[in-house]
Every structure is written in structure tokens, then in C-alpha cells.
């Protein structure tokens, strides 16, 4: 058994410092989800507060508690026994999970790039979910992300250069603005929105060259495979921001050790 006092009150301090991410993050998972109902009907994400959309009635501070409430009310209003939308629990799990997530693949530091990529994913969560429930990514979320993440990378403790953020970003989006034009040309269809493209800046600047190819690439394949597994109609809409969004993450947490393993099979 280990009793140095030393090694003891470092694992005390790693306890508290996960127990404090997940709480904070089951927080802000609640705010995140006002911010996917309200953002698309362009209403104020902090006035008034919180509030059932279906009865109108301010929702208690006791049933405001994160994961907790929506589990002990069943996933329904108290007053009008409307069901909560699924996303609301998913949110306020997903949120905390993925904090936890890249406070440890980041070595376990409260440092630059953690908040860097804290920001990156909560903005991610809810443009995820706007966009998989309103076919919507907007530009009040895309745009300020872009100049958050231009902020990070002219700082000089970045790990993504400021040359190959701007690259990706500038890159990425001159590319597919030009694949949509150009589709758009040959088939009088729209291929890809200009929330999505904006969305690919994004994720540039925060990314760099690599990483945007990494997300690109990931995404296509992602979406191709659901296509398949759901068999949907391709003549309907289908978004595509879900699985950039979903690209960026795996490649935040998991893209260093993919790209080793992909290096080392081929090696």
C-alpha cells in the first residue's frame, strides 16, 4: 500500500481537480442547452431564466439541478408532464465527460490549451445539436469562434502556429466555398451551406492544416457510414455539421495517438 504523504496529497489534489471539472461542466451543460433552444429562435440565452417552453412556467431550482433533475422528473416538465428533449440530459453527460476527457489527454494541466479547447467544445456542443435539430449553424456562433480561435493561436504558448491556423482556416474555406459554387453550378442544388464552411474555418484556426484534414476526412467518413446504417433519402436535407463537430473532438482527444498508430502500422 502507498502512504508517502507526498504521493497521497497529489492524488487528493487530482480527485478534487476531476471532481471540480465535472461539475463545472454539468453547469455549463445547462447553459449549453439554453443556448441550442433559444439561439435558433434568436432569443436571449440569460433573460429571462429558464422556463418550460410548452406551459410557459419558470422552471424550480430544484428541477434546474443537471443530469439529477431531468432523471427524477423522468424527462418531463413538473407542471405540464411535457417531455424534455433528449438532448438536455445528453448535453449535461456529454459536457463534463468531455472536459474530463481533455484535462487528462492534456496531462492533467489548467493550462492555455485546455481553456483554448474548452471553449472549442462547448461552442461545438451547441452548434452540434442546433444543427442536428434546425439544419442551422449560426453565425453568431461560427464568426466569433473563428476570432476566438485566431485570438488563441497569436498567442505565444499555442500549439497550433498562427501561420498554419490561418492557412487552414483561409484555406478551408476558400476550398469548399468554391466546391459549393461550383456544385451549385452543375446541379442547381445547394451541396453545402455556408454555415458549414464557416464551420470549417472554425475548426482551422483551432486545428491548423493537419488537424482540419484529419476533421475533414473523418467527418466524410462518419457521414458516409450513417448515410448507409439510417438509409437516408438523399434528396432531403442532411447535416453535416454534427460530423465535423464530431471529427474536431476525436481528433482533439485521440488524434495524436491515431496518428502514431497509423505511422507505426505503416513503419
Known amino acids: 500500500m502507498i502512504s508517502n504523504p507526498c504521493f497521497l496529497l497529489v492524488r487528493k489534489k487530482m480527485v478534487m481537480a476531476y471532481l471540480f471539472i465535472f461539475l463545472i461542466g454539468m453547469a455549463l451543460g445547462s447553459f449549453l442547452n439554453v443556448c441550442i433552444s433559444r439561439i435558433p ?7 429571462p431564466a429558464s422556463y418550460c417552453p410548452a406551459c410557459h412556467n419558470s422552471i424550480l431550482k430544484r428541477d434546474n439541478i443537471p443530469i439529477f433533475s431531468f432523471l427524477f422528473l423522468r424527462g418531463k416538465c413538473r407542471n405540464c408532464r411535457t417531455k424534455i428533449p433528449i438532448h438536455h440530459l445528453i448535453v449535461e453527460i456529454l459536457t463534463p465527460l468531455l472536459f474530463i476527457a481533455l484535462f487528462w489527454v492534456l496531462g492533467s494541466n489548467f493550462d492555455l490549451i485546455f481553456f483554448k479547447y474548452v471553449i472549442f467544445i462547448s461552442f461545438g456542443l451547441v452548434l452540434f445539436f442546433i444543427d442536428l435539430n434546425d439544419r442551422l449553424l449560426p453565425d453568431k456562433l461560427t464568426l ?7 485570438i488563441f493561436a497569436l498567442l505565444p504558448d499555442s500549439d497550433v502556429s498562427s501561420v498554419s491556423a490561418i492557412i487552414a482556416s483561409f484555406s478551408g474555406f476558400a476550398l469548399f466555398l468554391l466546391l ?16 458549414d464552411i464557416k464551420l470549417i474555418a472554425a475548426i482551422g484556426m483551432f486545428v ?24 437516408h433519402d438523399l434528396k432531403k436535407e442532411f447535416p453535416f455539421g454534427p460530423f465535423l463537430i464530431a471529427a474536431s473532438f476525436i481528433y482533439i482527444l485521440f488524434g495524436q495517438v491515431l496518428i502514431r498508430s497509423y505511422l507505426d502500422f505503416f513503419n
Open 41 to 47: 429562435q434568436k432569443k436571449s440565452v440569460v433573460f
Open 144 to 150: 466569433p469562434l473563428i476570432a476566438i480561435g485566431l
Open 180 to 195: 459549393a459554387y461550383i456544385f451549385h453550378l452543375l446541379t442547381r442544388k445547394d451541396a453545402m451551406g455556408g454555415g
Open 208 to 231: 491548423g492544416i493537419f488537424g482540419l484534414f484529419f476533421a475533414i476526412i473523418m467527418s466524410s467518413v462518419l457521414a458516409l457510414l450513417t448515410l448507409l446504417l439510417i438509409k
